[in-house]
C-alpha cells in the first residue's frame, strides 16, 4: 500500500473518528475502523518473551534468557534466530506489536532494569537490537524500540528529568535508537522521563531527529500512561497514546484540533504512521490477514537451550577445572536455593509465564543420570519474602487439586464468579460487573513443623486467615502511580503463624478492589528457614565428599526488578560465606551466577571456575548443564563491566537530586569510565574464555582512511587448544591529542570465528564511518577529526594484542 492510497484512506476519515485512532482501546489494543478496514492491533510486552494481552499463567509462553544474556552472545545471527522466535511467539498469541528491544544503557551497575537491557556499550546494544528487530520484523510482526531515550535507571523513572550535553546524547544514549532505525523498526517508544527539562512525549527529539533527521516513518507510541498533557505530545510528534480507553488525547484532542491549538495536519501524519504499520503488520485491508505460527515446540526448545550455552561467560577457569568430565564423576555436590529454584527472568512489567523450567538441577541430573551421584544441599535460606503459592505447596479447598480458589465477591460477600488457578500470584483476577473484593484461598499441607511466614500483596482493605482465624486486617493506601507496583509488584505484608507438620491449613486472602489501585492480588507463604549454621555445614559435608562441587548463587526478585534500582552489589544472605566453604572443602569447584547484572565476587580468585549465567530462561538447566559437561562451549562475552565492589565502580549515580538526575560523566560510561578513572575491574567489557586458547597471529588493517568511509580490520588466529571454539575478535579506537575530549578508547565493532583445533581462521571486523565521527555543538553536526588515531585489536576492552597507527584524511 502506497503513501497516496493511505492518504485516501485518512481523507475518508473525519477529525473525531481520526482522533479516536490515536488513543488506544483497551490496555494492549489500539482502536479499529471498520469503516476504513482497519482492525485492532495488540500489543504485548516482549523482552524475554511474549506474553500476550493477560497475566494469566495458564496461558504460557517461550521464556527468552535475559536482555544481558542476549547483550552476552555476541552474535548476530543467533540474535536474528531469537528475534524470529519472539515474531513467531507473537504469531502464535495474535500479537502485532511486540515491545522489544529495550536499547537504554548500563549506565549504572545499580540500574533495577539491567537485565533487561542489552549492553553498556551503544555500538554493542545497537547492532545487538539491530539483529532483534530484523528477526522479529521477518515474522511480520513490529518491533519497538524503547524507552526513548535516557530511561536508564528506575528512580523516580515516572518524572525525573535527565540532564544531559547534546554531544553525550547523540554518541552514546541516542546512537543505538539510531542503529534501530536503520534496521527499519516499525515502532519506537517514548519514554517516562524528561530529557534536558521535556518529558520524552513532549519532546523536540521525536520531530527533530527521529522523524527528521533519521528518516523514521514509523509509529512513535508513549510509555503506558506516559501521556499526561494534550497539546505538548501532539504537536512534539508522539503518534499513538497508550493504553486507552481513557486518556488525556481521547477527552480533549478533538477540541484541541478545533481550537487550533494542534495543527489537523499533526492528527493526519499520526493517522497515516497508524496505518503504514496496520498495513505492514496486516491489519488493514486490503491484504488484511493472520498469520501462522511458523516454528514447532521442540524447535523452540532446542534453540533457547543453545541460546544459554552461547550467553553464559566463562569469566575464571584458573584451574582448568571446567568442562567436567562425567566418566571421570562418581558424585557431585550441587549446592544453592537458586539450583532447584532459579531465577530465569527479571521482575516487573515484561514477565511471562513459561510452559516449563529446566532448573540446573534437572539439566545436571539429566546429564550425568547412569554416571554420577548427584546430591543437592540448598545451603543457608536467602532471608526472603513469603512467595506465591504454587501448585506444589497447595491445593484447590472443595476439588483438592493442585493450586487455588479465587472468587470475585459482591459487596455483601456473595460469590459472583469462581475459577482454579495455579499461582497464589493474581495481577489480573477475573473482572465481572458488580466485583468488590478478590478472595484467594488454598489448602496448605506444612512440610514441616515451626513458624511458617505468610503474606498478602494489593492495596487498599486487606485480610488474610489461616483456618477462620484472622492473622491480618489492615487498610493500605496505594501511593504511587507507577504501573509497574501498582499492577505487577504491589507491596506484600507478613504475618506469623506456628504449623504442625502434615496438619492441613486452610488459608484465604482477600482483598477489596478500589479504582485507581488495580487488582493484583498475591496470596503467599514460607517455611521455617533451618539454622544456617547448620545449613551451610551440611552444604560443606556434601562438597567435601563429591568429586566436584557446582555452587549456584545469585540476586532475587526483590533486588533486581522494574521498578526500583539496587543500593549494593553484594549477593543477598549468606552467599558469599557459602561459596567460600564450600571452596575451601573441594578444589574443584565450579560457581555459577545466576543475575541480571552485576554483583560482586569477593571469592572470584578462591573457586576452580566461575560461570555467569544471568537469568538464562526456561532452558536455563539444559544449557547450563550443557557448558559444565563440555557439550557446549560457554560462548559468550561480558556486554558490560563488572566491577570488584560498588565502591570501585566509577558511574553509579541513580539518585536524583530535586528531579534533576545529571549524566556528569559525560562520555565516559562503562569501560570508558573505568579507562578514564585509571582503575582495574573484576572483569573488562568484552571478556569471556573458552574451551580452547588461540593465537592472534596477523593484523591486516589500512594504515589510511577518508572520512565517511568503512575500513575492514582482518585478523589471522589459530586455533592453539585441543577442542573446537569460537573467538571473538574486537577492535577498539583511540585519538591521542584530539582537538575535543574523546574517551580513552573506545569500541568500534567485532567479528566471530570458529575454528577446530589446531586450525586457522580469519576474522573480518567490519568498522563503520561512524566509528570515527563525533557530534560538533557548535557545527550541530557529525563531524570527522583527521589526524591520527590508534587502532587496536583484542580480546576485551582490557586485553588488546594489537595496536597500530591509523590516519584518517583531510575531508576533500
Known amino acids: 500500500m502506497n503513501d497516496d492510497m493511505i492518504d485516501r484512506l485518512v481523507d475518508e476519515l473525519s477529525l473525531a473518528r481520526k482522533v479516536r485512532l490515536l488513543t488506544g482501546d483497551t490496555t494492549w489494543r489500539t482502536a479499529a475502523e471498520p469503516g476504513i478496514g482497519l482492525r485492532q492491533m495488540i500489543c504485548s510486552d516482549g523482552p524475554a518473551g511474549v506474553r500476550g494481552e493477560s497475566w494469566d499463567e495458564r496461558r504460557t509462553a517461550a521464556l527468552l534468557p535475559s536482555a544481558s544474556a542476549l547483550g552476552a552472545l555476541w552474535d548476530d545471527d543467533l540474535l536474528e534466530e531469537l528475534g524470529g522466535l519472539l515474531g513467531a511467539e507473537a504469531v502464535r498469541k495474535g500479537v502485532d506489536v511486540v515491545l522489544a528491544p529495550t536499547l537504554n544503557l548500563h549506565?549504572?551497575?545499580?540500574?533495577?532494569?539491567?537485565?533487561?537491557?542489552?549492553?553498556?556499550?551503544?555500538?554493542?546494544?545497537?547492532?545487538?537490537?539491530?539483529?532483534?528487530?530484523r528477526g522479529i520484523q521477518a515474522q511480520g510482526v513490529a518491533a519497538t524500540a524503547k524507552h526513548f531515550v535516557a530511561n536508564d535507571s528506575e528512580?523516580?523513572?515516572?518524572?525525573?528529568?535527565?540532564?544531559?550535553?547534546?554531544?553525550?546524547?547523540?554518541?552514546?544514549?541516542?546512537?543505538?535508537?539510531?542503529?534501530?532505525?536503520?534496521?527499519?523498526?516499525?515502532?519506537?517508544?517514548?519514554?517516562?522521563?524528561?530529557?534536558?527539562?521535556?518529558?520524552?512525549?513532549?519532546?523536540?527529539?521525536?520531530?527533530?531527529?527521529?522523524?527528521?533527521?533519521?528518516?523514521?516513518?514509523?509509529?512513535?507510541?508513549?510509555?503506558w500512561a506516559a501521556v499526561r498533557t494534550v497539546e505538548e505530545p501532539a504537536r512534539a510528534a508522539l503518534d499513538l497514546a497508550m493504553p486507552g480507553p481513557d486518556g488525556p488525547w481521547a477527552t480533549h484532542l478533538t477540541g484541541a484540533v478545533e481550537d487550533g491549538r494542534v495543527p489537523e495536519k499533526a492528527v493526519d501524519d499520526k493517522v497515516r504512521r497508524l496505518l503504514r504499520l496496520a498495513h505492514r503488520v496486516g491489519a488493514l485491508a486490503p491484504g488484511a490477514s493472520r498469520r501462522k505460527p511458523v516454528m514447532r515446540t521442540r524447535d523452540t526448545r532446542a534453540l533457547l537451550r543453545r541460546a544459554v550455552a552461547a550467553g553464559s561467560v566463562l569469566v575464571g577457569n584458573g584451574g582448568g577445572v571446567l568442562p567436567l568430565d562425567p566418566g571421570a564423576l562418581s558424585a557431585v555436590a550441587v549446592i544453592g536455593a537458586h539450583a532447584a529454584t532459579p531465577r530465569v527472568q527479571?521482575?516487573?512489567?515484561?514477565?511471562?509465564?513459561?510452559?516449563?523450567?529446566?532448573?540446573?538441577?534437572?539439566?545436571?541430573?539429566?546429564?550425568?543420570?547412569?554416571?554420577?551421584?548427584?546430591?543437592?544441599?540448598?545451603?543457608?535460606?536467602?532471608?526472603?519474602?513469603?512467595s506465591p503459592l504454587d501448585p506444589g505447596r497447595c491445593t484447590h479447598p472443595v476439588s483438592g487439586a493442585p493450586g487455588v480458589l479465587v472468587r470475585l465477591l459482591d459487596a455483601q460477600g456473595r460469590e459472583l464468579h469462581a475459577e482454579r488457578r495455579l499461582s497464589g500470584r493474581q495481577l489480573e483476577p477475573t473482572l465481572v460487573p458488580g466485583a468488590h473484593t478478590v478472595e484467594i484461598s488454598a489448602l496448605l499441607e506444612p512440610e514441616r513443623t515451626g513458624e511458617w511466614r505468610f503474606g498478602v500483596a494489593g492495596f487498599g482493605r486487606m485480610t488474610l486467615s489461616l483456618?477462620?482465624?484472622?492473622?491480618?486486617?489492615?487498610?493500605?493506601?496505594?501511593?504511587?502511580?507507577?504501573?509497574a507496583v501498582v499492577h505487577v509488584d504491589p507491596p506484600l505484608h507478613t504475618v506469623r503463624a506456628t504449623l504442625v507438620s502434615k496438619r492441613p491449613v486452610h488459608l484465604v486472602a482477600r482483598r477489596e478492589l478500589a479504582a485507581g489501585t488495580g487488582r493484583a492480588t498475591v496470596l503467599a507463604a514460607a517455611p521455617p528457614e533451618e539454622d544456617p549454621a547448620t545449613a551451610l555445614a551440611a552444604a560443606v559435608d556434601a562438597a567435601r565428599q563429591a568429586d566436584a562441587a557446582v555452587v549456584f548463587v545469585g540476586t532475587t526478585e526483590h533486588s533486581e526488578t522494574e521498578g526500583r534500582d539496587r543500593t549494593a552489589l553484594a549477593l543477598g544472605g549468606r552467599q558469599d560465606d557459602l561459596v567460600r566453604a564450600v571452596a575451601a572443602a573441594n578444589p574443584r569447584t565450579v560457581v555459577v551466577v545466576n543475575s541480571g547484572g552485576p554483583v560482586e565476587l569477593p571469592w572470584r580468585e578462591e573457586v576452580g571456575a566461575l560461570l555467569l549465567g544471568w537469568f538464562p530462561g526456561q532452558e536455563a538447566g539444559a544449557g547450563i548443564a550443557d557448558v559444565l559437561f563440555g557439550h557446549a562451549e560457554p560462548g559468550g562475552r561480558l556486554p558490560t563491566t563488572w566491577a570488584a565492589s560498588l565502591?570501585?565502580?566509577?558511574?553509579?549515580?541513580?539518585?536524583?537530586?530535586?528531579?534533576?538526575?545529571?549524566?556528569?560523566?559525560?562520555?565516559?560510561?562503562?569501560?570508558?569510565?573505568?579507562?578514564?578513572?585509571?582503575?582495574?575491574?573484576?572483569?573488562?567489557?568484552?571478556?569471556?574464555?573458552?574451551?580452547?586458547?588461540?593465537?592472534?597471529?596477523?593484523?591486516?588493517?589500512?594504515?589510511?582512511?577518508?572520512?565517511?568511509?568503512?575500513?575492514?580490520?582482518?585478523?589471522?588466529?589459530?586455533?592453539?587448544?585441543?577442542?573446537?571454539?569460537?573467538?571473538?575478535?574486537?577492535?577498539?579506537?583511540?585519538?591521542?591529542?584530539?582537538?575535543?575530549?574523546?574517551?580513552?578508547?573506545?569500541?568500534?565493532?567485532?567479528?566471530?570465528?570458529?575454528?577446530?583445533?589446531?586450525?586457522?581462521a580469519t576474522a573480518e571486523v567490519v568498522v563503520r564511518p561512524r566509528a570515527l565521527r563525533h557530534w560538533s555543538e557548535a557545527d550541530r553536526a557529525w563531524r570527522t577529526e583527521a589526524g591520527t588515531y590508534r587502532l587496536m585489536v583484542g580480546r576485551s576492552a582490557g586485553d588488546l594484542r594489537w595496536d597500530n597507527p591509523l590516519t584518517v584524511t583531510e575531508a576533500p
Open 107 to 133: 549506565r549504572s551497575p545499580l540500574g533495577g532494569r539491567h537485565f533487561e537491557c542489552l549492553s553498556e556499550d551503544p555500538e554493542l546494544t545497537g547492532r545487538t537490537g539491530a539483529a532483534l528487530i
Open 155 to 223: 528512580t523516580e523513572r515516572l518524572t525525573v528529568d535527565v540532564r544531559i550535553r547534546e554531544r553525550v546524547l547523540r554518541e552514546v544514549y541516542l546512537a543505538p535508537f539510531e542503529a534501530a532505525v536503520e534496521a527499519g523498526v516499525w515502532l519506537v517508544m517514548a519514554a517516562y522521563n524528561a530529557v534536558n527539562g521535556t518529558t520524552m512525549t513532549a519532546s523536540p527529539l521525536l520531530e527533530d531527529v527521529l522523524k527528521g533527521e533519521w528518516g523514521f516513518d514509523g509509529v512513535a507510541v508513549s510509555d
Open 346 to 386: 527479571g521482575g516487573g512489567s515484561a514477565g511471562v509465564h513459561p510452559s516449563g523450567v529446566v532448573t540446573p538441577l534437572d539439566g545436571i541430573r539429566a546429564r550425568l543420570r547412569g554416571r554420577a551421584r548427584v546430591v543437592h544441599v540448598p545451603g543457608p535460606a536467602l532471608g526472603l519474602p513469603p
Open 467 to 483: 483456618d477462620a482465624q484472622v492473622l491480618l486486617d489492615g487498610d493500605f493506601p496505594c501511593r504511587t502511580d507507577d504501573p
Open 647 to 760: 565502591a570501585d565502580a566509577p558511574v553509579t549515580d541513580t539518585l536524583p537530586i530535586d528531579g534533576r538526575l545529571d549524566y556528569a560523566e559525560g562520555l565516559d560510561i562503562g569501560y570508558r569510565a573505568w579507562l578514564r578513572a585509571g582503575r582495574e575491574p573484576a572483569y573488562w567489557f568484552g571478556h569471556g574464555l573458552g574451551y580452547t586458547t588461540w593465537e592472534y597471529e596477523t593484523v591486516d588493517a589500512p594504515a589510511r582512511v577518508a572520512p565517511g568511509s568503512a575500513f575492514t580490520v582482518r585478523v589471522g588466529l589459530r586455533n592453539t587448544g585441543r577442542r573446537p571454539g569460537r573467538e571473538v575478535v574486537q577492535v577498539y579506537l583511540a585519538r591521542p591529542g584530539s582537538a575535543v575530549r574523546r574517551p580513552e578508547r573506545w569500541f568500534a565493532g567485532y567479528a566471530a570465528v570458529r575454528a577446530e583445533a589446531g586450525a586457522r
